[in-house]
């Protein structure tokens, strides 16, 4: 049986060491924090902020104090602020150990596709090329296939780019890919998932 | 040096005009200057190129310069979160330059350190790099990105002095400092105008030589996405 | 009789307006501070400070808070302190009216060196060659002519540059001179100084 | 993520390798990382490349280093303080680049923000444009500088928290914050660490995610030019 998005948050928890400084992105990467345990991981929000905390409880919200997605957080005994140039200077200048992110599609070359549908969505990058040019490792977080059954996996993106040959490993509902030479390489596949599966549901190359 | 004004009208006098280029600080709706654009709504002043994160949402922030259709041209990394915007685009009545996020924050400061132009390797090889200068160092390609120098800068912060030295509250500092360092004139919006020498000089995030005047007042300070836990689940 | 030092100052301040946040080199232009009377002006010290206080009584000494000549100074009510790289930006970036320096030699198309003798002082230009090329108005406070009785105000720089056609206004012990279009103007003589005193002593066009 | 580190030479362990690019903090002797230069003078480590506003005087601060003749060569924008400096580079013993003091605290930024080369009109028609490439902005001529990326930089806060979170006192913050940036690894002495928790968010200037390795330690804080006033004449 294919991973849920918890499992899959939970997959990609695996992918942090002790003591990094990490960017989540919106939808499942978010819920990799739930996932951390003892690790010591300081997440960053691009908007200015290190050490972001959990959604305050009910009446304690602080409308100063908002992660990238515009959500209401809290602060933790570590965090610290900045400005928007200090904190994509830090994303910029490598800093920050990873990006989880989610995608509309990925390329067996690294190519990443997460910001745009010509004609249809044009809410903007936000952050996430600067993130994807930056960070010391990407990694994304997607389901396999879209809703038609497709593959997101593919030779080549054809939707317009977000960063090219930045994706490092690519954690699916199927199982975990990573770019290498050539091609994808499997790394694990979800539970119960076999290598067929996973092959038909991809249509990258994989080595 | 007197930098108070009495109001946001008073603060912007003599300083809009149709045509003019705006940099705006703030995210989402987080630390925007809500007087200041309220003050530029009154005011009509049209055709208006401003750089800002985002557009506010329908309604609020600079989401009132849409409806009102004062605004020509954005510079934005985000616009998702406001369907006015859509529409405008997507009829052609209003023009969007995306700037990824980082890089309109660099923009930004370098306008206001006097660089007129940077190399990132943010948006190689996407449509973000299409017409600008691509250089390698060190075996890596990076593109140019040109300064911003906006005619005027419309921040908000926490508090301020009266020569302008002013903190901000967490993340309500976001685009502020960078936005205010490159306006030509910088006026700024406080929550609290406080004596000079009240600030510690070591906890000021933006000195007071880039601010010019100065307002205080009342501030909504929406919130876009409540979230929450139950405290149980702590 | 030509100005002293302290008159060079003093005629300096006026060229200070009220609001102004300027930067004052070493030597003469430090005594200016001294004559700004009842003007708001505030002083930046390229080290990291806006709002720059005088000497500190004798036992007060803070080793944390100097100058950017090294010197022992204090702050004031109005003072901020930032990092070398925010404190040039607002150099660089024209947030700074004035800068009233020194100079070895001016020359009449407002080429300044004030940094470098080769072979004899090599000490460096400091924060010389960002302050003449960012700040707003560039003032030069000096000597007409060195100890030598050679002109100090020529045609063409001989020594190394700090910067090209930055001078703005030349305040010497003999007079006020601005850079205007083909050579230099006199706006003022010192009390009891002639124009051909002044002219005999130049060897700039004055036009 | 432990970062706290018992001594300078522990802090410093595995870092230091012949031939290494170092950037310093400090200004004068105002901020400079005493403990950790005496750690490497210490170590014997050379053909030290260092970024530095300055170098010292003769026998404190990186002066030390010249006298143990150490460094091979230079980045700095004042070095008038410092007998042997001159001795050394007169001689051909050591190389020296002149950066203005502007553009070299900018290059730090640039290298620690991933900016590798930036535009200033800094230096254009001097000695210091030979050689870098001159572009034209808006009809004005910049000269491209690169950003400086230092193996390991040395730098020196007032307090820290264990996770490196620092702030810095008066003008001792100085070149220490862009140092720290541009470093692959920045190792850190402080006067006082303090437990996690106890620096407000909002007055951190620098934040723990450029800081690896902290120490804490006595300094001296030299004065070097000791300037008073009496108090009659106030």
Redesign the interface.
């Known amino acids: 049986m294919p991973w849920d998005r918890n499992q899959m948050a939970a997959r990609a928890a695996d992918e942090l060491e002790d003591g990094w400084y990490v960017n989540l992105g919106i939808g499942i990467p978010t819920l990799v924090a739930n996932y951390v345990g003892d690790k010591d991981i300081t997440l960053q929000s691009e908007n200015g902020m290190l050490g972001m905390g959990p959604f305050p409880f009910e009446g304690e919200e602080d409308p100063d104090l908002i992660n990238a997605g515009k959500q209401t957080i809290t602060e933790l005994r570590r965090t610290s602020y900045f400005d928007s140039a200090t904190s994509f200077g830090m994303i910029r200048g490598g800093k920050i150990a990873a990006a989880i992110l989610g995608a509309m599609e990925v390329a067996e070359n690294g190519d990443l596709a997460n910001w745009m549908i010509p004609g249809k969505l044009v809410k903007g990058m936000g952050g996430a090329m600067d993130l994807v040019a930056g960070v010391g490792r990407v990694i994304v977080v997607m389901d396999h296939t879209n809703k038609h059954g497709d593959s997101k996996v593919l030779k080549e993106c054809t939707l317009p780019l977000t960063g090219t040959g930045v994706v490092d490993r690519i954690i699916t509902n199927l199982g975990v890919l990573d770019v290498v030479e050539g091609g994808l390489k499997i790394v694990e596949l979800a539970d119960g998932v076999t290598e067929e599966e996973l092959r038909a549901a991809t249509q990258a190359t994989i080595v | 040096?007197q930098k108070v004004y009495g109001s946001a009208a008073e603060a912007l006098d003599g300083l809009l005009f149709d045509g003019m280029f705006i940099a705006a600080g703030g995210?989402?709706?987080?630390?925007i200057p809500e007087l200041l654009i309220d003050a530029i709504v009154e005011s009509g002043t049209k055709d208006l190129t401003i750089a800002s994160?985002n557009c506010g949402v329908d309604g609020f922030g600079l989401g009132k310069l849409l409806d009102t259709k004062q605004i020509k041209k954005m510079l934005?990394?985000?616009?998702?979160?406001n369907a006015e915007f859509?529409r405008q685009?997507?009829s052609g009545e209003l023009e969007?330059e995306?700037n990824?996020?980082?890089?309109?924050?660099?923009r930004?400061?370098?306008?206001?350190?006097?660089?007129?132009?940077?190399?990132?390797?943010?948006?190689?090889?996407?449509?973000?790099a299409e017409g600008k200068e691509v250089?390698s160092?060190?075996g890596?390609d990076?593109i140019l990105e040109?300064g911003i120098f906006a005619d005027v800068a419309i921040v908000k912060a926490?508090k301020a002095?009266e020569?302008g030295?002013c903190?901000?509250?967490?993340?309500?500092?976001?685009?502020?400092?960078?936005a205010a360092?490159c306006g030509k004139v910088c006026v700024m919006e406080v929550e609290e105008i406080v004596p000079?020498?009240s600030l510690d000089?070591?906890?000021?995030?933006l000195?007071?030589?880039?601010v010019h005047r100065i307002i205080q007042g009342e501030h909504e300070?929406?919130?876009?996405?409540?979230?929450?836990?139950?405290?149980e689940d702590?």
Chains 1, 3 share one sequence.
Not at chain 2, 76 to 81: N, P, T
Not at chain 2, 167 to 178: E, G, L, Q, S
Not at chain 2, 207 to 210: A, E, L, S, T, V
Request: aromatic share 14%.
């Open positions: 040096m995210f989402g709706l987080c630390g994160n934005s990394s985000y616009v998702g979160e859509m685009y997507l969007l995306f990824p996020q980082g890089t309109l924050a660099e930004m400061r370098a306008g206001g350190c006097g660089i007129p132009g940077f190399y990132t390797a943010t948006g190689v090889g996407t449509v973000i250089k160092f060190g890596k990076y040109e926490w002095d020569t030295n903190v901000f509250r967490k993340t309500a500092r976001n685009f502020n400092p960078p360092m000079t020498g000089p070591d906890h000021i995030h000195p007071g030589i880039y300070k929406r919130i876009e996405q409540r979230t929450t836990r139950k405290k702590a």
